[in-house]
Nanobody, 124 residues
Framework: QVQLVESGGGLVQPGGSLRLSCAAS????????MGWYRQAPGKARELVAH???????NAADSVKGRFTISRDNAENTVYLQMNSLKPEDTAVYYC??????????????????WGKGTLVTVSS
């Protein structure tokens, strides 16, 4: 079984910072791209930032210069450092990973998994 577990969400004042983490576990033998998405109340889920196996990144225009995505391949973990947070950043943040893993003696390639999400609330 593959699991993605996010942590680090919470309540923060405008201008503050949070660091989200997402750890992947299971019989994984390769993680390809990883990313963070968010979904605010009444809105569609949107891409926040994305990172490839080699570390190439891209981010939504709304978070460029404030959020940084990184990964630790040895720990199968992706991070999202969020600085200068704004009320409009309030959302549930989801981790996403495209990975190769083994299940019941069969190798599966390029499967996308999602975490259950962590709530970030930016409010004074």
């Amino acid at each position: 079984q593959v699991q993605l577990v996010e942590s680090g969400g919470g309540l923060v004042q405008p201008g503050g910072s949070l660091r989200l983490s997402c750890a992947a576990s299971g019989s994984i033998f390769r993680i390809n791209a990883m990313g963070w998405y968010r979904q605010a109340p009444g809105k569609a889920r949107e891409l926040v930032a994305h990172i490839t196996t080699r570390g190439a990144t891209n981010a939504a225009d709304s978070v460029k210069g404030r959020f940084t995505i990184s990964r630790d391949n040895a720990e199968n973990t992706v991070y999202l450092q969020m600085n200068s947070l704004k009320p409009e950043d309030t959302a549930v943040y989801y981790c996403n990973a495209n990975l190769d893993y083994s299940a019941q003696g069969t190798n599966r390639y390029g499967v996308t998994y999602w975490g259950k999400g962590t709530l970030v609330t930016v409010s004074s």
